[in-house]
């Protein structure tokens, strides 16, 4: 299988501040790169699918980047709101999907 | 709007069953795969299977098939995970999601999630 490895694991910041986290896969795996957030007791969110396409009504500050093997999640102004964690995930070798570990976004 | 929401916390002893439901709504159901994505504590997202918009079609990892059956009911918008002979090792929180791609060919991401369903293995 295809291991995704996110970096780094945690993360502290303060609003307003630029976050990105990094995805690396141990493959190539085109642009079939996906990004949610989680938080507790909720369902996960999607972000970001193909690597850089914003899914629908997710806010332009969140933005993806990559091909290949690494990848990027940019916040460019982090809000309240966004203090969560972020998984990156490979659908290039489907059904073998496989995650990133998560990166907790904590309060500075 | 779009929704899928799960059924709530199971707690089973080992070797027994559970049965997971899922229910959608907000968009035509046969036109979306659904897939189950679990999350053990401390752990990371493990996807599980994958169900085509018919039911006819399924496909499931390769570390839990034998174990696990999933199907769809037309009639109420709902998909279903049936996980057999748990162990502690099943003890997660299980989620449904949408397929992000269309009818013809699933993509593969996960637009919509539903909450998610705890279950316990304990004896």
């Known amino acids: 299988d295809i291991q995704m490895t996110q970096s780094p694991s945690s993360l502290s910041a303060s609003v307003g501040d630029r976050v990105t986290i990094t995805c690396r896969a141990s493959e190539a795996i085109v642009t079939y790169l996906n990004w949610y957030q989680s938080k507790p007791g909720q369902a996960p969110k999607l972000l970001i699918y193909s690597a850089s396409t914003l899914q629908s009504a997710v806010p332009s500050r969140f933005s993806g980047s990559g091909s290949g093997t690494d990848f990027t999640l940019t916040i460019t102004s982090l809000q309240p709101d966004d203090f969560a964690t972020y998984y990156c995930q490979q659908s290039y070798d489907s059904p073998r999907i496989t995650f990133g570990g998560g990166t907790k976004v904590e309060i500075k | 709007q779009v929704q899928l929401v799960q059924s709530g916390a199971e707690l089973r002893k080992p070797g027994a069953s559970v049965k997971l439901s899922c229910k959608t709504s907000g968009y035509t159901f046969t036109n979306n795969y659904i897939h189950w994505v679990r999350q053990a504590p401390g752990r990371g997202l493990e996807w599980m299977g994958i169900?085509?918009?018919?039911?006819?079609?399924?496909m499931y990892a390769q570390n839990i098939r034998g174990r696990v059956t999933m199907t769809r009911d037309t009639s109420t918008s709902t998909v279903y995970m049936e996980l057999s002979n748990l162990g502690s090792e099943d003890t997660a929180i299980y989620y449904c999601a949408r397929d992000g791609g269309g009818i013809r060919e699933p993509a593969y991401y996960f637009d919509y999630w539903g909450q998610g369903s705890l279950v316990t293995v304990s004896s």
């Open positions: 169900v085509n918009p018919s039911g006819l079609s399924k």
